[in-house]
């Protein structure tokens, strides 16, 4: 469409639109049992209980979720209270779409959970109807990279039963005749998606829950949370108060939306979500829009959603309006809407479906919604309070989560654990420390509602809320061409771009320009944002080569790799050795010296963290004195470290261990030095002796390098030998220049996270929360060999371990290769004899052996155990949207099988890399 014709467009939409547009006077919605029903004045009396087990504080689609399923768990003296009415909050106004393909294997979980309670449940349980309405969903793509995500999203949905296919333009059209295909590359269809009432959707499941014994009050505002002390200093929920006096409870859970960081505040709870007003308007009746599926066009970043006879239009800005101050009174408002803010989608859906230019709108629909740093729900317990629970932040999906996130919550309360890895919703994925910074919740969450539509590349990155923690090698690697991620408000090393620095350029993250939004100049020179956007493909990326560089350099020189990210703790105190045979399932009760990897587990014998381990003499360490004869300095995922301190710490206080756990993470930088010639390299630097027998594989000792004391640990990530220096931070540019500089002999490199990932898949070593998590236990995952099951030691899990070792592994971790040159990055679909049995959880290109590698599950089609017999016997192939690409299982590591390597054993070392690029 030409200017002329675009500008005249617009004239005639908002003319229509100046005719038409009246508030909405009420809401859209009616099904089952009417809210008058469900309404008490103010002035009634409030029958309050004393106690209760539970306390839900937000009477929206997810406080009745919550409520609805503790109550199916037995939880039935549980009360929700409402400051007004249920729905009243954001619920009301919400548009109730529901979808169930993301590029997430646990969204498609939860989302399905949903969709199977509104069709098939609520109704028969309450009498009610949740007003559900299947009428499909259409994805529409203008590009192939578009469509090449969609058909990522079909191959994982075949696994959960979720049934989709991609249709040409003129198939779309034939779907849905008032669709404009012109410029449409293709679509794809899910028949089994549709629409939710949001007030039957509550009207049903606070129906059910009462039912079932549990309490609503309305009209009943929380004045204040009250908080405990117990004997190990940790903080407890002890009471809800209200202005008809205190309900006694060990738990709260802050379901109250957009105000869920006042109800925080109560509790000094931090709860990062920020308030945006999100519109949609309503057509008037169109004809020929009847029965036709909903619409996701994600390149115009706008969705049509069906209502009757008439379309919802909504979408996502680059330019949302903020709620700085949110209004404690709010009840069943609204706002008026910016046209100037929301025309852009007008336009958008004209052309989409040019009727809606002929069609007046007959109301506007501009309510609060809450949205989040990541764009993800807010979940768990919160780590500054035990008993305070979050089930907030649903960044205006919050129906189409709320089956779902519900049913985990519930189990995560009741059974201290959810059935389902919950990581990514998890609250303690955010460290401590940027939760509390306004600024890092504001840009974050911008940028996040910003790019909602936007295409999910693997290796996505954000340019909001950067530079937030550095580590002390933060400028040493920025001046080598460091290219960083942001992970748990960390600054670690990516890829380094060496070629890009020689004209002096910056690759760092610069401060975030909103898009160019508000007034805000956009960066226009912008290294960094440039580097990311060649690297936002699902082929191989631009930077595929660099990266290759990285890892043939560990395999046949030298690396050094900064991972002071790790979360660093110290165990201490007279049952630290109690709380560490309890916590691990591999055998750290090791004379000091010893470096264990181990992993810890839940209750349910799922893997909560995998870390290591190091049983420290406390005579020799200067960093934290202990008292009793043990200690240990522990060290953990840096994505994950707040999560592991929290479970550590909240197992002590559980098992009432008389220990202390403290963190030292930012007081410690740490270096893998990995590779053939580590050896010789830190041998020059050092007094200490570093030969096979005076310092073997898997313990640590207190060195000097280059005249500085660090410690020095014999592990290793990628399949080398190699050593980790733990370093003071005073300390850290004195060793680290010393390495680079005593390495130029040995052809030494810096190398970041995408060469750590490529090598260790390489090696099948586990990554946490990708080829193992908190619902696989560890011998589904090959880890069986960390388990103390032949001693008598118990541990957390051992129970659950046991039982489920004696029926049989019901899915078996397996290590996949394509011979083609195919990349892969996760999430592809795993077929034996053309029956989908499982999908990659993780995926990368391995240099050295010059295949694409990914490791995933494989369960039986029948639902029995997977024995090897049954692995052996399949033929596989990997789906790569849509594709079935031949493929060979590996019952052995890739590289180096024998483990000669990591021993300091080295045969001819060659390059075997061909440049494909």
């Avoid at 004045?223 to 008809?244: H, L, R």
């Avoid at 000091?592 to 209750?603: A, E, I, K, Q, W």
Wanted: glycine share 8%; charged share 20%; proline share 4%.
């Amino acid at each position: 469409m030409n200017c002329l014709a675009l500008a005249a467009q617009r004239t005639f939409v908002q003319k229509c639109l100046a005719r038409t547009i009246f508030p909405l006077a009420s809401r859209l919605y009616s099904s089952g049992q009417s809210t008058s029903q469900l309404q008490r004045k103010a002035t009634d009396k409030v029958d309050l209980p004393a106690s209760a087990d539970v306390v839900v504080v937000g009477g929206g689609a997810t406080g009745s979720s919550v409520l609805y399923h503790l109550a199916h768990l037995g939880v039935t003296n549980c009360v929700l209270v409402e400051k007004d009415q249920v729905t009243s909050g954001t619920t009301h106004h919400s548009a109730g779409l529901m979808w169930r393909l993301r590029p997430n294997d646990v969204d498609m979980q939860l989302l399905t959970r949903t969709r199977n309670m509104v069709r098939d449940e609520l109704e028969k349980e309450s009498g009610l109807s949740p007003g559900y309405l299947e009428n499909g969903g259409l994805f529409i793509a203008s590009s192939k990279e578009r469509l090449d995500e969609y058909k990522r999203l079909m191959t994982l949905g075949k696994f959960f039963g979720i049934d989709s296919h991609v249709l040409s333009p003129s198939e779309t059209k034939s779907l849905y005749p008032l669709l404009n295909v012109d410029d449409v590359y293709g679509t794809l269809y899910s028949p089994g998606d549709g629409n939710i009432d949001p007030t039957g959707l509550v009207n049903c499941l606070t129906r059910a829950a009462t039912n079932r014994g549990a309490k609503i009050i309305e009209h009943c505002p929380v004045t204040g949370i009250q908080v405990g002390i117990n004997d190990f200093g940790t903080k407890q929920v002890s009471a809800v108060d209200t202005p008809y006096g205190s309900i006694k409870t060990n738990c709260v859970v802050n379901c109250a939306g957009v105000w869920a960081p006042k109800l925080g505040a109560m509790a000094s709870v931090a709860i990062p979500l920020l308030a945006m007003r999100h519109a949609y308007v309503v057509t008037q009746k169109i004809d020929g829009v009847q029965d036709k599926p909903n619409v996701r066009d994600h390149d115009s970043s706008i969705y049509l959603r069906l209502q009757g006879e008439a379309i919802f239009i909504g979408g996502y800005e680059s330019n949302p309006i903020f709620w700085e101050e949110v209004e404690d009174n709010f009840a069943f408002s609204l706002f008026d809407l910016d046209w100037d803010v929301f025309s852009q989608h007008i336009e958008l859906a004209v052309n989409r479906m040019p009727a809606i230019g002929q069609t007046p709108i007959q109301s506007t629909v501009c309510g609060p919604e809450s949205f989040t740093p990541d764009h993800r729900p807010l979940l768990g317990e919160a780590p500054e309070v035990r008993g305070f629970y979050l089930s907030c932040g649903f960044n205006s999906a919050g129906i189409m989560y709320n089956g779902g996130c519900g049913e985990q919550l519930a189990h995560w309360i009741v059974n201290g654990v959810p059935t389902l890895d919950m990581f990514n919703y998890d609250i303690r994925r955010f460290h401590h420390s940027v939760v509390r910074d306004r600024m890092w919740v504001k840009s974050t969450s911008h940028e996040a509602y910003a790019k909602n539509y936007s295409i999910v590349f693997p290796k996505d990155q954000p340019l909001a809320g950067r530079n937030m923690r550095k580590d002390p090698f933060y400028e040493l690697l920025l001046n080598a061409g460091c290219v960083y991620q942001a992970k748990h408000g960390w600054e670690r090393p990516g890829w380094f771009a060496t070629y890009a620095i020689q004209n002096g350029r910056s690759t760092a993250a610069k401060e975030y320009d909103f898009y160019g939004a508000y007034g805000i100049k956009k960066h226009e020179d912008y290294l960094y944002r440039d580097l990311l956007l060649m690297d936002y493909s699902f082929d191989f990326p631009e930077c595929h080569d660099q990266i290759g560089q990285e890892c043939l350099a560990c395999r046949e020189n030298v690396a050094v790799f900064d991972m002071s990210s790790f979360g660093k703790f110290y165990l201490t105190g007279r049952d630290a050795q109690k709380a560490a045979d309890w916590l691990c399932t591999n055998n750290v009760n090791k004379e000091p010296g010893r470096s264990v990897y181990t992993c810890m587990l839940n209750s349910r014998g799922g893997v909560e963290s995998d870390l290591v381990w190091h049983v420290v003499d406390p005579a020799e360490n200067r960093i934290q004195r202990s008292i009793g004869d043990k200690m240990f300095y522990i060290t953990a995922g840096g994505a994950s470290g707040q999560h592991d301190f929290c479970h550590i710490k909240k197992v002590i206080d559980d098992m009432k261990f008389d220990c202390q756990l403290t963190d030292h993470t930012e007081e410690l930088g740490v270096l893998s030095v990995q590779g053939p010639q580590s050896r010789q390299l830190l041998q020059g630097l050092t007094s200490s002796d570093l030969s096979d027998a005076a310092f073997p594989f898997g313990t640590h000792q207190v060195i000097d390098i280059a005249g500085e004391s660090v410690r020095a640990v014999r592990l290793t990530f990628v399949g080398e030998l190699g050593w980790e220096l733990h370093i003071p931070q005073s300390s850290c540019s004195r060793v680290y220049n010393a390495l680079m500089d005593a390495g130029e002999e040995y052809g030494i490199v810096n190398a970041g996270y995408r060469a750590l990932d490529s090598l260790s898949i390489e090696k099948g070593y586990r990554h946490w929360h990708e080829d193992v998590r908190a619902d696989d236990n560890p011998f589904e995952a090959g880890l069986g060999f960390v388990c103390k099951l032949n001693s008598d030691v118990p541990f957390l899990g051992r129970d659950s371990l046991e039982r489920q070792k004696s029926v049989g592994l019901m899915k078996r971790l397996c290590c996949f290769t394509v011979d083609n040159h195919q990349m892969l990055y996760g999430l592809e679909g795993i077929w034996r004899d053309g029956v989908c049995v499982g999908y990659l959880r993780r995926a990368d290109y391995g240099y050295w052996v010059q295949k694409s590698i990914g490791y995933g599950y494989v369960s039986h089609p029948d639902g029995i155990a997977v024995n090897q017999q049954f692995l052996r016997d399949g033929q596989y192939t990997i789906e790569v949207m849509g594709d079935a690409i031949p493929a060979t299982l590996h019952t052995q590591s890739l590289f180096d099988p024998k483990n000669e390597r990591i021993k300091g054993i080295y045969q001819q070392v060659k390059n075997l890399y061909v440049d494909y690029m």
